[in-house]
């Protein structure tokens, strides 16, 4: 099983839709978990850190599933500069520690 | 101001030309990492430090080194690039293992 999986997409979603992505992390003492956005040929940045309690950042929703060991991000009333990778990023825990990538999920917005 | 700098921005080396990439950071962040990602693909982590503390990848290539000579400057060296090789690479700082990720805007390294 892979360290952090996500669906790799693409979501091609029209305009003003909600998308939400899902990745699962096997690691069930990873203590930090991110979202992460990445254009074309760029480098990736911060979308947002996801806490326990959920967290939420204009049309952003981020949420954490320790039981589950997974986390989400919702993005509402999707616009077209929304279109990039989202890119999930997982610690690992004392002794093991180290950012993981997801495999990312390919987000197209349709006019 | 870029807080992560990574030199050069572009590189084209010959097949078996040992090449080095720099990273630099301002953010005085002790946990370094080096990313390589090809296209369509996910980053891949080669090597990281906390503080001088090296770790390296299992399935990093022999070929491929590291060295972080102070907590700003790391680098990146290649020393018989194969065209496998041609891909971006990602330099990132944290504070602390918990702490997120802040990229440079990579060296993008093309191997002919």
């Known amino acids: 099983r892979k360290e952090v999986e996500q669906d790799p997409g693409p979501f091609n979603v029209p305009e003003g839709a909600t998308v939400a992505f899902n990745c699962t992390y096997s690691?069930?003492?990873?203590?930090?978990f991110f979202w992460y956005r990445q254009d074309c040929r760029k480098e990736p940045k911060l979308l947002m850190s996801?806490?326990?309690s959920g967290n939420e950042d204009g049309r952003f929703t981020a949420q954490l599933n320790r039981a589950s060991q997974y986390i989400s991000l919702l993005i509402r009333d999707s616009k077209l500069s929304d279109s990039a990778t989202y890119l999930c990023?997982?610690?690992?825990?004392?002794?093991?520690?180290?950012?993981?990538f997801g495999t990312g999920t390919r987000l197209t917005i349709i006019p | 101001d870029a807080m992560v700098i990574q030199n050069p921005r572009y590189q084209v080396t010959q097949f078996g030309k040992p090449v080095t990439l720099s990273c630099s950071q301002t953010?005085?962040?002790?946990?370094m990492y080096w990313y390589q990602q090809k296209s369509s693909q996910a980053p891949k982590l080669l090597f990281h430090?906390?503080?001088?503390?090296?770790?390296n990848e299992a399935d990093t290539p022999d070929n491929f080194q590291s060295r972080r000579p102070n907590t700003s400057f790391c680098f990146l060296d290649i020393r018989s690039p194969g065209l496998g090789d041609t891909a971006m690479y990602l330099c990132?700082?944290?504070?602390?293992?918990?702490?997120?990720?802040?990229f440079g805007q990579g060296t993008r390294l093309t191997v002919v």
């Open positions: 990132a700082t944290s504070r602390g293992w918990a702490g997120e990720a802040f």
């Open positions: 690691n069930s003492a990873s203590q930090s």
């Open positions: 996801v806490y326990s």
């Open positions: 990023v997982v610690n690992g825990d004392f002794g093991n520690e180290k950012l993981t």
């Open positions: 953010l005085n962040h002790n946990v």
């Open positions: 430090y906390y503080d001088k503390d090296f770790n």
